[in-house]
């Protein structure tokens, strides 16, 4: 993403983690500091980031009024939602952020479909793929950060913290401990682009080293857009 057209582009920053991996947190810290530093940040997260994606985000999470009395989603539904949230988000949102020149940082993206429902529910990863290609139009982080942690410590993380547990959250131990085995496995293809942090660590730590691999990303963006 970024480069050369259209001058000064914005760009796609990601941030994933199982549930109770502290990102969201650490999302607002981030975008906190760019702000600081000068820059023009959006916020945003998945699924959801519009009208249309939020609905459908609580059809998807089981959080919509009647959602007790639905019917079970199957795997494929569940992934068909995410990527109808997408499309709508790149389109509505993303692309239109970043073409002003905004930095866009998205609390979960791609990964998480790869990770829940390739790894977690054990739908094909490459039809994922070609249906994100669909849906997403080529768009891909510049940079994407895991804030990784035992998916147990995580859950109970979430528990403690007495938030409202979704679908996804009351699925089995054993579904979160694929999940995070499928976060590691894609930042194994792709660590250039997928960075891990110790989401265990101080969150003050996580911070620092979380806007380290940021200003080193927006370096890199930088020299790419004078060339
Ligand atoms: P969160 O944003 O509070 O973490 O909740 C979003 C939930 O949605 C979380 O359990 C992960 C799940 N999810 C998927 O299963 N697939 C996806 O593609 C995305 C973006 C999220």
Redesign the pocket.
């Known amino acids: 993403m970024g480069g050369k057209r259209g001058g000064k582009r914005g760009l796609l920053i990601t941030v994933e983690g199982v ?1 109770g991996s502290g990102k ?1 947190t650490q999302c607002a810290r981030l975008a906190k500091r760019l702000r600081e530093a000068g820059h023009r940040v959006l916020e945003t ?3 959801g980031g519009t009208p249309l994606a939020e609905q459908i985000r609580s059809l ?2 089981g959080t919509a009024a009647g959602a007790e009395r639905a019917e079970p989603i199957t795997p494929e539904s ?1 992934a068909l939602l ?1 990527f109808a949230c997408r499309s709508q988000h790149i389109s509505q949102v993303i692309e239109p952020a970043i073409r002003q020149g905004v930095i866009v940082l998205c ?3 791609l990964d ?2 790869l990770a ?2 390739g790894y ?1 529910r054990g739908l094909d990863v490459k039809t994922l793929r070609t249906l994100n290609r669909f849906a997403a139009k080529g768009l891909a982080p510049s940079l994407t950060l895991l804030f990784d942690l035992p998916a147990q410590t995580g859950l109970a993380r979430r528990r403690r913290n007495d938030l409202e547990l ?1 679908r ?2 009351r699925e089995a131990k054993q579904f979160h401990e694929r999940v995070r085995r499928g976060f590691l496995a894609l930042t194994a293809k792709e660590p250039r682009r997928i960075k891990v942090l110790d989401a265990r660590a101080d969150p003050d730590q996580v911070e620092a080293a979380a806007w380290t691999l940021v200003q080193r990303c927006l370096a890199k963006h930088q020299k790419v857009s004078k060339s």
């Open positions: 549930e969201t997260r998945e699924p998807f999470l569940e995410v609390d979960r993206f998480s479909t829940y429902q977690g979704n996804l959250d």
